[in-house]
Structures are given as structure tokens and as C-alpha cells.
């Protein structure tokens, strides 16, 4: 599904929602108000009071009255009252489940449904991606949706099977059914440990050129290893590698049944999607100009058709394979028998983890980062959309208790799909109830037709997959940010190459390490502007902070300005320094390192007679200074700090040329005689300064020498 696919600031009530120029929704129907209702602003009021759950404000007003927040209190009401803030905020529904009404479970029905018939040819792909036999996509399908009911603030994401968990999955375990079910747990006790402890910032590590890089190139392998299916070939790798040796190794293996099977189903699934995209906007045409006409019903029925084509291909494909069943022979490669009825409860996962545990701390965690990562973007993406709040840390919670308890039912590692999560949004959900829908229709689908799906072909899988993560491939990022910040590219191609060679998890953690080496470049080398003052003043600026990273850099720079003559720092003015001024107003740390090296520049300033002055430094890095024996003259303005700084260079120039006149010796020789008035002698002249006075006695002696 395409991201824009509902109108800024739009809330759906019934059907779907209303877009904003995106011909990929289509306007609700029935009620003209934007959230439904009569237009009279009652559902408005409650769609905001059950909003408020995502904020520290309370929904209902008789709480405050009845149990007011008392500061003072060391106990009692005051605990009682942040006990249940707590338990309000680790589980939401208690929030928005007392505001629930026909009309909110009139959207959620709608859409809950339509992700049901979604998930369920889907999770049956994923599983077969994830090398696990294809049932499992389906209980990985269902727990998920029930658990997040409870734990999510996101009102659109649904949570299940995903093509890059079941990829990593499908790396790491290796077809041991037993090793991903306890992937699950493991990857959920890392996600609410991270939750719990308010880690949410843990994902800002990864840059945008690094997520779009990533996702890109784990589209491209996914896709990649969906090949082998789509051809009919049989033993076909997964690892991308692999899979352009087999291009050129396997060719002769294509199997034209499957291969024409396939490719018919991507094409179908084409025209489906483009029948949506028109539809959408045809309708939302007829609606603004006709209103509500016949031919709306039309479009928006179509819109639905568009909606529907995995499970359309998915049917059409099986029931093709089930009229060319004769003679018990298969003309393509089949899903086979699935068991029917839901798993019981098991604790396998502790037995297996007796036996694997190194292996599956390190797997459990790439798998927990990776899928923190696709839910919290997925969620972020649709709250901005649909302008709501969600909780980042929360939303670790629901994720981890959503793979805790998949495990015990015989679920592998789930996360928020942005495909589905996409249909939600553009289907009217209102709540986190649309996921109960979602998943009464998989436990129905287990319990009553799983012998439908034996005749479902594997190209037909292959194709919904593929169809599905195409649209995450963006070659157009990277030329976009070369255009601004070169570095952005860089950082792209480092993300896209690795994960695209190396795979998922190992992929990954080489692009952050990567962004991480171009973060501690930045702060080795940080932006340093040096200006000649005039009168041998020069003043520096620092635009970064001083840390044990950046301290040396800034360091040498000063030294470089300090001892450099004029032809090689290229002064305008001065022929040597006399005064440095630091501006510390772009300040933003200041560390013990930065402390004791600005306490030598100090100490090698004072030893050559340099004046050290500072500009903005803060309050509390003055206290440090003064602690470890620093003292350095601060000012408020760089003017007035170069103004002061010429004083005192001026003052300094004249004390030095005083002292030098005073030390200076004097020099006589015979020739060098005056006339004196009144006699014949000469009295020899006196280099350098007007000191007569103080070489008076030694003139008397000379005179009566020569006398």
C-alpha cells in the first residue's frame, strides 16, 4: 500500500478515511462531518476525550474531583493515584475502552475485517519466507492483534507477521520450528525491558539515510528470495549472493507452470492496485461535485475490489490449481495440508532455551532492535498522519508483550506490518479494538478452512510477497540528498550495500557503526572560525561543544594561531599574537578533558605572556575552571571582550616598552661632545633617552676629570 493514503489531520469514522489529494483513499460515507455523527460535535468530543489516554491529562473529569492530586501527600491518596496513573499508562485501554460506542465499533469492524481477509494470505507467505512451515503465519497472526489491544497507543497499527522479521527469522533459525518460536520470547523480554526503562531514544540512533538504505535493500532480498518460488525451482537460497549465483546456475530448473502462474498474479495484482488508486479518486471527484450518487457506490465498491486483490489472487490461483488437479499430479508447487485448530499453550520455549541460550541472547536481541525499529516507525509515521500522540516507550511494551505471549501459542517474532497498518488507517478504524476483528478472523479461518489452502500455488505467495515490499525499494532518496548534504548519500549507499550483501542483522549494526564514525569525525574535527582582530587580537569560535573528542582539535588550532607568524596564518593586521579570545557561546558541553586542556592552553598562554579571554561561557564551566586553578577573564559580547582584550595589549605594550627604555644602556665616546656655555670644554652627548637627570652626578664626575 502507498503511505499517503489519508488526509492531514483527518480522523475516519465509518468506511474510510478522508484523504488529502492521495487518489489511494476514498471519502467516508455517509455522515458529511469529518468524524461523522450529525454534525452536532458530539463525536468529536469523544474522539478527543478517548485521545487522551496519549497524554498525562486524565478523560474523565470525576477522577480529579474525586481523588485530587495532593504534592504533599507522602502517601496514601497520593500513592494510590500514582499507582493508577502507572497502570493507566502501561495499559491504555483502561483509557479509551469506558468512551467506546456503536459508532467507533462500526469503523473498527470495517476495517478490523478488511486487514483479516488481508493478513491471512499473507502471513501465510511470510511464514513460508521465514522457511517455517505455512500455519505458523497464521498464529503469528492472531496473538499479536488480540495483544495489542491492551498494550498499543496506536489506534492504526496492526501487529503480525512482517516480511523482514520473517527474513531475519528465517536467517537465524533455519527452519527450527522450536529455535524461532523462543526467538519470540527472547526478542519480547529484550523489547519491554527497553520499554520499561524508557529507552524509546534508543531508535534515533539510526539516521534516515540509514533507515531508507536499509529498507531498500531488505526489500531487494526478500524480493530476491521470493524468486525461486515464483520460477518453480525448488532448492533455491535465500542469502542474495546465492540467489545471482542461481540465476546463472538454475535456469534451466524454471518451471513454465509456476513461472506463467506468477507472473499472472503480479499482473493481476497490478491492475487491482491501479483499480484502487482510481477508484479512490473517482469517488472523492463524485463526491465533491455530485455528493453521494449512485455512482459513488460504484467507486467505493470498486475501491473494496482493489482492496481485497491478495486474497482475490490468492483464491483465483487455488481454485486454478484445484481444476488442473488430475490424475493426483500438480502442475505447480503447492502449500499442501496445514493443521487445523489453534495450538495449545506450551512452555517448549524454556526447553529450548536450556539447550541455545548463547545463540538465542544474540539473536533475540538483532531481532528486537530490528523489529523496535519497523514498529516505532510505522507508528510514528501514522500519528503524525492522523495527528495523534503515541507513547515510544509503550509501544516497546505492547510490542514485547505481544511476542511474550505469540510464544507460548506457537507464534515466531511479530512487529507492526505498514502494509496492513496502512489499509487500518485508510479502512475508518477508530480504535485498538479494529484488531480483534482482525484476529477472530484468522482463529476462524484455523478453525474452519484451513483444507482451502492446500491447493494455494507457492507463486501465488511469491507473487503477494514481492508485490508487497516493491514499494519500499527508493533509489530516489540518494539522489535527493546528494543534492544537499552529500554525507546523506554516503550514508545511504554504506546501509544499502551492507545490508544488501551482508544481510539484515549484520548489515544493520555496520551502518550504525558507521553513522556512529561519522558522529564522533564530526566532533574530532567540529567547526572552528578564526578571525584576525587587529593589534595581534584574534578571536576564536567554537560552534560545537568541547568534549574529550573535540578538545585537541580546538586546542591545536589555537596553538596554530598562536605561535604561526604572519605569512603562514596570513593576518590581515597582526604580525604575532598578543591576545586569544575564545567564544564560548555555542557552548553545549564542557567535560573534564576540555577542563584540564584548556587549563594548559591557559598555562601556555600565561608562560609566553598571551592574553586568554572567554566569551559566554556559562556560570557552571566557570566553577569548573575555578576549581582545578583556572581563572580566565569571562565577557557577555565578543566587542566588548576584543575591547578589553586591546586594553590590556595596549597597557601591556606600554609597561614592556617602559622597562625596555629603563634596562636600555648608554653609550659615550670623546668625540661625541656638546659646547657649554660659558668655557671652553665639551661635555660629551648622551644616546638613548632624556635621563639627565638621572645621569647628572655622573656628568659632574666627568667634568672635573677633564678639569
Known amino acids: 500500500m502507498s503511505e499517503g493514503d489519508t488526509g492531514e489531520g483527518a480522523t475516519p469514522t465509518r468506511g474510510i478515511a478522508t484523504p488529502s489529494g492521495d487518489p489511494g483513499a476514498l471519502p467516508p460515507l455517509g455522515d458529511e462531518g469529518a468524524r461523522g455523527g450529525d454534525g452536532s460535535g458530539d463525536d468529536v468530543k469523544d474522539e478527543v476525550a478517548s485521545s487522551n489516554y496519549l497524554t498525562n491529562a486524565s478523560p474523565y473529569p470525576g477522577d480529579e474531583e474525586a481523588e485530587p492530586h495532593d504534592d504533599s501527600c507522602p502517601g496514601g491518596l497520593c500513592q494510590k493515584r500514582c499507582i493508577k496513573d502507572y497502570g493507566k499508562k502501561r495499559l491504555p485501554v483502561v483509557t479509551w475502552a469506558p468512551q467506546y460506542d456503536s459508532e467507533k465499533g462500526k469503523g473498527d469492524l470495517i476495517a478490523g475485517s478488511t486487514v483479516g481477509l488481508m493478513v491471512i494470505p499473507q502471513g501465510l507467505a511470510y511464514?513460508?519466507?521465514?522457511?517455517?512451515?505455512?500455519?505458523?503465519?497464521?498464529?503469528?497472526?492472531?496473538?499479536?492483534?488480540?495483544?495489542?489491544?491492551?498494550?498499543?497507543?496506536?489506534?492504526?497499527?496492526?501487529v503480525g507477521p512482517t516480511s523482514i522479521m520473517s527474513s531475519l527469522v528465517a536467517s537465524t533459525a533455519n527452519g527450527d520450528v522450536y529455535y524461532a518460536i523462543c526467538?519470540?520470547?527472547?526478542?519480547?523480554?529484550?523489547?519491554?525491558?527497553?520499554?520499561m526503562l524508557e529507552f524509546g531514544w534508543v531508535m534515533w540512533l539510526l539516521?534516515?539515510?540509514?533507515?531508507s538504505g536499509f529498507t531498500s535493500a531488505a526489500a531487494i532480498r526478500i524480493a530476491a528470495s521470493e524468486l525461486g518460488d515464483l520460477f518453480g525451482i525448488s532448492d533455491w537460497d535465500s542469502d542474495f549472493v546465492d540467489v545471482v549465483y542461481d540465476c546463472f546456475t538454475k535456469y534451466n530448473q524454471i518451471r513454465w507452470t509456476d513461472t506463467v502462474m506468477g507472473f499472472t498474479c503480479l499482473l493481476i495484482l497490478l491492475l487491482l492496485w491501479l483499480l484502487q488508486k482510481l477508484s479512490a479518486a473517482k469517488g472523492l471527484e463524485e463526491l465533491q461535485t455530485q455528493g453521494q450518487t449512485w455512482r459513488f457506490y460504484v467507486w467505493r465498491t470498486l475501491w473494496y475490489v482493489g482492496l481485497m486483490r491478495n486474497i482475490i489472487v490468492v483464491v483465483g490461483a487455488s481454485i486454478v490449481a484445484y481444476a488442473l488437479y488430475i490424475d493426483d499430479t500438480h502442475p505447480f508447487y503447492i502449500v499442501g495440508k496445514i493443521q487445523a485448530g489453534l495450538p495449545g499453550f506450551s512452555f517448549i520455549v524454556f526447553k529450548t532455551f536450556e539447550t541455545q541460550w548463547s545463540s538465542l541472547l544474540i539473536d533475540g536481541l538483532i531481532i528486537a532492535l530490528i523489529g523496535l525499529l519497523e514498529g516505532l516507525v510505522i507508528a510514528q509515521s501514522f500519528s503524525k498522519k492522523n495527528k495523534y500522540e503515541i507513547n515510544q516507550s509503550q509501544e516497546m511494551v505492547a510490542l514485547g508483550m505481544c511476542n511474550i505471549f505469540g510464544s507460548f501459542l506457537w507464534s515466531y517474532p511479530v512487529t507492526g506490518s505498514f502494509s496492513r497498518s496502512s489499509v487500518n488507517s485508510e479502512s475508518g478504524v477508530r480504535t485498538q479494538f479494529g484488531g480483534f476483528w482482525t484476529g477472530l478472523l484468522v482463529v476462524l479461518c484455523l478453525l474452519f478452512l484451513t483444507s482451502l489452502f492446500y491447493f494455494i500455488p507457492l507463486a501465488a505467495l511469491a507473487a503477494v510477497i514481492i508485490f508487497a515490499v516493491i514499494f519500499m525499494i527508493n533509489f530516489c532518496i540518494p539522489i535527493e540528498m546528494w543534492k544537499s548534504r552529500k554525507m546523506g548519500t554516503v550514508s545511504w549507499v554504506v546501509s544499502f550495500t551492507a545490508v544488501l550483501l551482508l544481510g539484515i542483522e549484520y548489515g544493520i549494526c555496520v551502518a550504525v557503526v558507521f553513522d556512529l564514525i561519522l558522529v564522533i569525525a564530526a566532533n574530532l574535527h567540529p567547526t572552528i572560525h578564526v578571525h584576525d582582530m587587529g593589534d595581534g587580537i584574534i578571536l576564536v569560535e567554537v560552534d560545537s561543544g568541547l568534549n574529550y573528542l573535540s578538545i585537541n582539535f580546538v586546542r591545536t588550532k589555537v596553538e596554530e594561531a598562536l605561535y604561526w607568524e604572519r605569512k603562514r596564518f596570513l593576518f590581515s593586521h597582526s604580525s604575532s599574537v598578543l591576545a586569544i579570545v575564545i567564544d564560548c557561546s555555542k557552548l553545549s558541553e564542557l567535560d573534564i578533558t576540555a577542563l584540564e586542556n584548556l587549563k594548559c592552553l591557559w598555562e601556555d598562554c600565561k608562560s609566553e605572556g598571551v592574553i586568554l579571554?572567554?566569551?559566554g561561557l556559562l556560570y557552571e564551566y566557570q566553577e569548573d575552571l575555578e576549581a582545578i586553578g583556572v581563572i580566565i577573564p569571562n565577557f557577555n559580547d565578543s566587542t566588548e571582550a576584543v575591547a578589553s582584550a586591546k586594553r590590556e595589549v595596549n597597557i601591556s605594550l606600554a609597561i614592556r616598552n617602559r622597562m625596555e627604555s629603563r634596562i636600555q644602556p648608554s653609550y659615550r665616546t670623546f668625540d661625541d661632545v656638546t659646547p657649554m656655555s660659558g668655557g671652553d670644554k665639551d661635555v660629551p652627548a648622551v644616546e638613548g633617552p632624556d635621563n639627565t637627570n638621572d645621569n647628572q652626578t655622573e656628568e659632574d664626575d666627568y667634568q672635573s676629570t677633564h678639569s
Open 183 to 195: 526467538l519470540s520470547f527472547v526478542a519480547g523480554v529484550y523489547m519491554v525491558i527497553l520499554g
Open 207 to 211: 539516521s534516515y539515510p540509514t533507515l
Open 127 to 158: 511464514a513460508i519466507t521465514a522457511n517455517l512451515p505455512a500455519v505458523y503465519g497464521l498464529y503469528a497472526s492472531y496473538v499479536g492483534a488480540f495483544t495489542y489491544i491492551f498494550f498499543g497507543t496506536s489506534k492504526d497499527v496492526t
Open 613 to 615: 579571554l572567554t566569551v
